[in-house]
């Protein structure tokens, strides 16, 4: 026999379900795949929007804003990745990071991609964060300190974000 309960919100009405096994039936587990068929993103401190999903459990990433709203109170991961290349004659630099509504999460961006003058080779960029959300706040992913001569390119599915609630 199968037991269901029901975490209520202070209004009465039924905010989560969760079976005697202790799985998630409502709302649907938050987990996220984002990607994109655009091309590049080349400018610094730009939010960066992927507009497609293989997989949107819940319907909480926007592939128009690029943003994903947390459902439920809790501790959540994300992944963002992203193929760091230069396209002129100079060094640079280029850095992704994420944003919780609206405010970088660090200082800094989360990971860092970098090229010599001479270097003409491309680095995949990524990092996996960890954070705890209340209902409704945001996350979306950002280029920061972007040089001049250097991009990151997110098609053909080079680039992605990931999320998902873990506890």
Known sequence: ELHVDAIKHSGGTSAMTIDSTGHILTPAIPVFWAYSNTDNVSAGDTAIVFNLTDLNNGSHYSTS???FTAPVAGIYEFN?????RKSGVNAGSGELT???NGSNVSSRGLAYGGHGAADTTHQNVSFVYRMSLAVNDYVQPFTDNLTSGTNFHLANRLA???GRLIG
Not at 80 to 84: C, G, H, I, N
């Open 65 to 67: 804003t690029g943003r």
């Open 80 to 84: 963002v990745q992203a193929l760091f």
């Open 98 to 100: 994420l944003y919780k």
């Open 160 to 162: 992605h974000f990931t």
